[in-house]
């Protein structure tokens, strides 16, 4: 590859914003990630909310960061179409214990700079909530805090940047940084070298990995990190603690259970800046359950310490904001469903039943900017496989959509990675 300016290692919520950030800029960009689509390892598996920040540690540049985020949210849903609501939350207090810690939060939030906060009775709270337990003794409204898709987000901040001139290699495995006379000078993958100006360090549960490689690593990251199993007693655990706010919540109502992992680090707490020793590397690490909620404002506090850097941030005249959304086939009425059936009749063909995601969409999800190669990239774009058969009917049909509008042979589509291909030689959908 030619000089770049900046590469970005890592496409989980935190690098796709940075390159969306600087897609808006006259600059070279290229974001590399191990894994076949963009959605990382940890913000994939994001319990989908917008933080306000009111319970972060005052002072602290994850609460400064948060707090910042959470309004710019109105925006940002707007230009890049994607599922955003500002639901609000209540933080309960059941135990007598709890109720006694509610005024020490609500100064804390106060410290916060989230002054929107109000203290509820029981009787308020269950108003706003009926279905809370009726042992609850008080609790603490926040009306700012919402939810989002956080697989939209990210494929979201991803295809803008694409549209806007950042490159993504995916399914490519980043083994070295070489530094010379101080100096950051490439990126080593392996697919090939990028020559570069700038590194930032966006890896998530990898951050320590890549920064070892310049000789940065002055942490620890926790997690097995690539042990994803649940357990029988794990999901005891979460139905009792989910029954004590809401009794009658019910295992029975649930299809699968999935795990996450976050990266937990010691030194604990967002640490986001510039290499002292070595000029062109950036870190980004400490980032855990609230990225996706900071993702936007660290985007812009790193755009900004590269300029303190020396990267010249000259703004795009014809910088792109605003990004089409999937169509969402079973949120449409039925005279849209039928005019959009006349246009193109693959939306007419159903092939997850649960979710009702057509052949249409499907299509359209392979052949956007960032192109879905899996059935997971479909299943977190479009939802098909997510509904109660989990992909039974469904996946052998995308299977052969995805082989054929990828022209390839259906034996090599995958579940998520190489080594999780479906199938091991022909079937009946194809020769």
């Not at 600087?22 to 963009?38: G, I």
């Not at 992992?261 to 290499?275: D, F, M, Q, W």
Request: charged fraction near 25%; charge should be negative.
């Amino acid at each position: 590859m030619s000089m770049m300016d900046v590469v970005i290692i890592g496409a989980g919520a935190v690098g796709s914003a940075i390159a969306r950030e600087l897609s808006r800029y006259e600059l070279k960009v290229v974001v590399v990630d191990k894994n076949e689509d963009v959605g990382g390892d940890a913000s994939k598996s994001n319990s989908g909310i917008v933080h306000t920040g009111y319970d972060a540690t005052p002072g602290t540049l994850e609460s400064r960061l948060v707090v910042a985020a959470n309004p710019m949210f109105d925006k940002l849903a707007k230009e890049l179409d994607i599922p955003f609501k500002r639901c609000g939350a209540i933080l309960t207090a059941v135990t007598q214990e709890e109720y006694e810690l509610l005024p020490e939060l609500f100064r804390k939030s106060h410290k916060n700079g989230v002054y929107d906060v109000e203290m509820l009775t029981a009787e308020q709270a269950r108003n706003l909530e009926p279905n809370i337990s009726p042992e609850v003794k008080g609790g603490i409204y926040i009306p700012r805090e919402s939810i989002v898709d956080p697989f939209a987000l990210v494929v979201a901040y991803a295809e803008n940047a694409a549209m806007n001139g950042v490159q993504f290699k995916l399914s490519t495995k980043v083994i070295d940084i070489q530094v010379e006379d101080g100096k950051v000078t490439k990126v080593v993958t392996d697919k090939g070298e990028i020559p570069t100006r700038f590194v930032i360090n966006a890896a998530g549960l990898y951050t320590d990995d890549i920064a070892k490689m310049v000789g940065q690593c002055d942490f620890t990251v926790h997690p097995d990190k690539e042990d994803y199993a649940v357990t029988s007693e794990g999901l005891e655990e979460i139905i009792e603690s989910v029954r004590r706010l809401l009794p009658a919540a019910s295992p029975k109502d649930t299809i699968t259970q999935y795990s996450g992992l976050r990266p937990v680090k010691t030194p604990e707490g967002y640490k986001i800046e510039a290499s002292k020793e070595v000029k062109g590397y950036v870190g980004v690490t400490g980032v855990r359950s609230t990225g996706v909620t900071a993702s936007v404002s660290i985007a812009a506090y790193v755009a900004d310490i590269l300029a303190d850097e020396g990267l010249d941030l000259k703004p795009k005249t014809n910088f792109e904001p605003y990004r089409t959304g999937f169509t969402k086939f079973n949120e449409l009425s039925w005279k849209e469903k039928d005019e959009l059936i006349k246009r193109n009749p693959l939306y007419g063909h159903v092939i997850c039943r649960c979710e009702t995601v057509t052949e249409g969409q499907i299509v359209e999800a392979i052949h956007r900017p960032i192109q879905a190669k899996s059935l997971d990239a479909i299943k977190r774009r479009l939802w098909a496989g997510t509904g109660r058969c989990q992909g039974g009917f469904c996946s052998p049909r995308i299977v052969e959509i995805l082989a054929r509008e990828l022209n390839v042979p259906a034996e090599t589509i995958t579940k998520h990675r190489k080594g999780s291909e479906i199938l091991t030689g022909p079937n009946r959908l194809g020769d």
